[in-house]
T-cell receptor, first 119, second 113 residues
C-alpha cells in the first residue's frame, strides 16, 4: 500500500480551468503538506495542516485553496489556472508538527508528485 | 535569512566509490533539523537521513551518513560504496522553529559503471 498517495499523477489542462489534486495518507500522521517544485527543482512549501487545522499558509495566490476534510486527506484546489502554475506538486505527511526545536523524528513522507501542465 | 546552499549542481562518480554531497546552511535559530532527500528520475521524493541540531552524533542510515559540522554550518551527505541506483537528484533541506522547510537547489548525481 502506498503510504502517501496523490491523484492524478499527470494533469494537462487549459488556462482558466479549475482543477483539484487529491492527497491521502494511511500512516495515521497528524500533519500534511503541499509543496510546489518549480522548474529549477526548488521545493517550496505552500500549505500545512495539522489535525485539519491550517498551520502554514505561505504566500501563494488565493486561487490555491487547500481543503482537509479529515486528517488523512489534504486536497489542493486551483482556480483559474495560469501557465505559471505548471509544476510538480508534492503532498507529504509527518507524524508530528514540523520539528520545531529539532525534536521531531525528522521524517517526511512524500507522495509521488502530480505533474500539472497548463496549456 | 534562512538559506540552504548546495554548491554542486552535478557530480559524476565511479560505481563503488564513496561520494560526498555538500550542503551548507544559514540560520539564527538554535533549534533546527536537517534532511537529505533523493529524487530519482521517476520523480518521487525519498527520505534518506535526518539530523537534529542538538544531536550529538552524526546520523547514519545504512550506506548514508550525515557529516554534521555545526560550527561550520555544514551537513554533507556521504554515500559509501555508490551503486548505479544512486543516480538521482539529491536535496538538502532545513526545518526551522517556525515550521518552515527550506530546500537547497539540489545536486544531480550520476554514477558511472
Amino acid at each position: 500500500d502506498t503510504a502517501v498517495s496523490q491523484t492524478p499523477k499527470y494533469l494537462v489542462t487549459q488556462m482558466g480551468n479549475d482543477k483539484s489534486i487529491k492527497c491521502e495518507q494511511n500512516l495515521g500522521h497528524d500533519t500534511m503538506y503541499w509543496y510546489k517544485q518549480d522548474s529549477k527543482k526548488f521545493l517550496k512549501i505552500m500549505f500545512s495542516y495539522n489535525n485539519k487545522e491550517l498551520i502554514i499558509n505561505e504566500t501563494v495566490p488565493n486561487r490555491f485553496s487547500p481543503k482537509s476534510p479529515d486528517k488523512a486527506h489534504l486536497n489542493l484546489h486551483i482556480n483559474s489556472l495560469e501557465l505559471g502554475d505548471s509544476a510538480v506538486y508534492f503532498c507529504a505527511s509527518s507524524q508530528d508538527l514540523p520539528a520545531s526545536g529539532g525534536s521531531g523524528t525528522g521524517e517526511l513522507f512524500f507522495g509521488e508528485g502530480s505533474r500539472l501542465t497548463v496549456l | 535569512a534562512q538559506k540552504i546552499t548546495q554548491t554542486q549542481p552535478g557530480m559524476f562518480v565511479q560505481e563503488k566509490e564513496a561520494v560526498t554531497l555538500d550542503c551548507t546552511y544559514d540560520t539564527s535559530d538554535p533549534s533546527y533539523g536537517l534532511f537529505w532527500y533523493k529524487q530519482p528520475s521517476s520523480g518521487e521524493m525519498i527520505f534518506l537521513i535526518y539530523q537534529g541540531s542538538y544531536d550529538q552524533q552524526n546520523a547514519t542510515e545504512g550506506r548514508y551518513s550525515l557529516n554534521f559540522q555545526k560550527a561550520r554550518k555544514s551537513a554533507n551527505l556521504v554515500i559509501s560504496a555508490s551503486q548505479l541506483g544512486d543516480s538521482a537528484m539529491y536535496f538538502c533541506a532545513m526545518e526551522d522553529s517556525n515550521y518552515q522547510l527550506i530546500w537547497g537547489a539540489g545536486t544531480k548525481l550520476i554514477i558511472k559503471p
